[in-house]
């Protein structure tokens, strides 16, 4: 201890880093305490820590009966849960093809994904949305999850694995051995790629849960939002009016991002600096 | 699936039976490694289903004006003359440049000291630390929007309660033309600064420990060995960091959408806002599909430089 304070800059660097962690949690903590609170509590000039009324579940008994937020919640688990898998088991197929067979075209796949995960899905909404509008898909739940099906990120982070930890002699030993390729898919590669391909599926899950632009466009129905539009919906500055209950349905909407990135910060955060040097 | 096995371990890979003319080869290559075509093929039909061709499709929307009910009309370069002289145009492009330029150098600056700060030895829980820069990242923009929403209240938001405290005159965060785009920038660096820290925390732990040891020997504290070492040592990773960080900003709807919905009167809606406002507010579905294409032509040279930055940093 005495050493870590000898120096007044270790102390400064301390504090930095208390105040970052202090900063990256005071507005989780602000909407769960908040969402206890009346207006009045919240837009005040005189603010308490703690809500006067204790800790009620008034605001979530309104949520729910004010908006189909269960509906929305189911929405969300599904939508995420099929894209998670299928973004999990076609990177695994594509990324391993990229990555261990030689086969004619294979050049021109690997450019053609890099260049995708170069184009923002944004520059083609508008396209996109026009092209479901005319195959009905509006308002489904295929709308929803077909366009994040299978992602370039996903391809290319598998390749990258694959490359550096599949060992061909482990594959020329199964082939001799007479094992079929998917047999070796299933029994060799995929055990080997499985760290890589938990994070892919916690970064593609978060994502996933999270993600707002196209469901806002896909989705006309209130009963077929998912939470996070929602969320926008009920914050709607001009039909919005208790703000404990849309921080309610906020702290609603975080518990399984929350509980995924409690349980394995370590793999995501390990996923994002491994990713770094090499995605895109 | 056994059978098919059997006869390709009898064209075993680069045994005396497979080689032969190059056509025979490639033939037999082919063969050999059907099943990729199978695998692979999930890539391919998305590609090009749900990639390229609404892409091309936009393309060629974006020389048409269409209100996406009746007949589109054929324009031809129309919608882009009229983005020329569109003072919106111009509003939302500048906006854009204005809220790069508040949050890529803070957001630059920031990621590297604070990875910097916990890659120094004296720091023993760096995964600790590591979470809580990741955090912010993992939530919602909604979620965060909605809390900052409150937060920001102009009479009585929290912030400017405890502004008042030390005597600051309450700020009009979220209604002013002057303060819209900075709560954006708030909003934008609170959420994604973590995410870049870790990736500089990454570059700085490639750095030998031999290069630092030198430094210590040589007399160096720790500021100079931050400017002379892990700034120059860093270059690539920086580079990264802003090119990125640029495209994702350009690319973002949502956080104005949400905090401020690009008010008040357009100071805070960026140009990828102004083009979803077209398409999806006023139904103007060609001069959107071509800022769209404006927008994807801009997004291709950022990425293509991230691409080429990359390249280096491998050699």
Redesign the interface.
Known sequence: MKALFARPGNVVLFFVLWLMVFLSLAPFVFMVLGSFKTNHELISLTPSLLPQNGFNLDKYAALFAYWPFLRNLFNSVVVSSIVTLSVTVTSLLVGYSLAKFEFPGRGILTVIIIATLMVPFETRLVPTYVLFRSLGLINTYAGLVIPGMVTAFGIFMVRQFALDSVPDELLEAARLDGASEFRILRSIVAPILAPALVSLALLTFINSWNDFLWPLVAVVNSDMFTVSVALRSLADPSNITDYGMVLAAAVISVIPVLAVFALFSRQITTAVMQGSGRES | ??T???RR?RVA?DSGASRGTSRAR?WA??RR?G???L??S???I??LC??L???L??FG?SLFKWD?FTPPVFVGAANFVRMMRDPLFWTTTWNTLVLLLLIVPARTFLAL??AA??N?A??RRK?F????????N??????????????L?T????VN?VL?WVGIPAVSWLDSTEWSKVSLAILNL?KAT??FA??M???LQ?IPKVTYEAAQLDGAG?IRTFFSITIPQMRN?IL?VVI?ST?WLV?N??DA??LT?GGPSYSSTPL?YF??IK??SQFD?GY??AI??A??VL??LL??G??AV?RR?AK
């Not at chain 2, 993992?138 to 937060?151: R, W």
Request: no cysteine; aromatic share 16%; glycine share 8%.
């Open positions: 699936m056994t098919a096995l059997s371990d890979p490639l290559n082919m490694n099943h990729v075509y695998w692979v999930p890539f391919i998305f590609f749900v990639d061709y609404p892409t499709w936009g929307l996406g000291v604070l700060m916990i120094s004296i720091v995964h630390f590591s979470a809580f820069l990741m955090l912010p993992v939530t919602a923009t909604v979620v965060v929007a909605i809390i900052f929403n409150v937060l209240v009479n009585g938001g929290l309660t008042g609170w973590g995410y870790l990736i925390l990454a570059g490639q720790p990773v990264f990125v495209i690319q709807i949502a959408m949400v919905q990828m083009m979803f398409a999806f579905l959107a599909a769209s294409l927008l994807f997004m291709t990425s293509a991230t691409f990359n940093g």
